[in-house]
């Protein structure tokens, strides 16, 4: 079973950065190597939505809102997942979670405030 915990969040104004993280550890059925990790958000009141996807081969996808504002990356000797996020804007406030496989194994999340 995959275990992810995500850190990284807090209050930052409008245009500022920060990097969110995600560390995966726990009984494996197969290298975190093989594994797909994205990150997802949940603004207040909207469904979940993906933000960014990083799969095996390191190719990357990004969802059309974060117009390269955001950057995923990973570290597979680490087992970590990370999330920098640049040019933040209000629309981005959210919790932020991040998951393996697309929903196989979910973080708790950790949140999100873009606030002057």
């Known amino acids: 079973q995959v275990h992810l915990v995500e850190s990284g969040g807090g209050l930052v104004q409008p245009g500022g950065s920060l990097t969110l993280s995600c560390a995966a550890s726990g009984n494996f059925y197969r290298s975190f190597t093989t594994f797909i990790m994205s990150w997802y958000r949940q603004r207040p009141g909207k469904d979940r939505e993906m933000v960014a996807t990083i799969n095996s081969n390191g190719r990357m996808d990004y969802a059309d809102f974060v117009k390269g504002r955001f950057t995923i990356s990973r570290d597979n000797a680490k087992q970590m997942l990370y999330l920098q996020l640049n040019g933040l804007e209000v629309e981005d406030t959210a919790d932020y979670y991040c998951?393996?496989?697309?929903?196989?194994?979910w973080g708790v999340g950790t949140p999100v405030t873009v606030s002057s």
């Open positions: 998951t393996q496989n697309h929903g196989a194994a």
